[in-house]
């Protein structure tokens, strides 16, 4: 059974930094879509960058460009996202999702992943 547990979350003021970690488990971990996506209070859920395993190449919504970083560490099955000069409208709960085994990142932002995670509070007061 796949697992996405999410950590890192927290609150911090605004311009800060904080590392969100996805690990996963339950499956060979190999090239597929990993990614974040957030969802704040009365929104919609947005994608926020996602990692095409084994091959690396990243994509980012524009929100994300310049302040977000995802990366990956294959020998522990995690998927990270690096967040500076965060804002109060960073503020959401972040939720890990990766696609099947081998599938790619196309159209990452329409949101449709197979797995995902519970989630975790980010937090920027203003």
């Known amino acids: 059974q796949v697992q996405l547990v999410e950590s890192g979350g927290g609150s911090v003021q605004a311009g800060g930094s904080l590392r969100l970690s996805c690990a996963a488990s339950?499956?060979?971990?190999?090239?597929?879509?990993m990614g974040w996506f957030r969802q704040a209070p009365g929104k919609e859920r947005e994608g926020v960058a996602v990692?095409?395993?084994?091959?690396?190449?990243?994509y980012y919504a524009d929100s994300a460009k310049g302040r977000f970083t995802i990366s990956q560490d294959n020998a522990k099955n995690t998927v990270y996202l690096q967040m500076s000069s965060l804002k109060p409208e960073d503020s959401a709960m972040y939720y890990c999702?990766?696609?099947?085994?081998?599938?790619?990142?196309?159209?990452?932002?329409?949101?449709?992943?197979?797995?995902w995670g519970q989630g975790t509070q980010v937090t920027v007061p203003s």
């Open positions: 339950g499956y060979t971990y190999s090239r597929q879509c």
């Open positions: 999702a990766a696609r099947r085994v081998g599938a790619s990142c196309w159209g990452w932002e329409r949101g449709d992943f197979d797995y």
């Open positions: 990692i095409l395993s084994g091959g690396g190449r990243t």
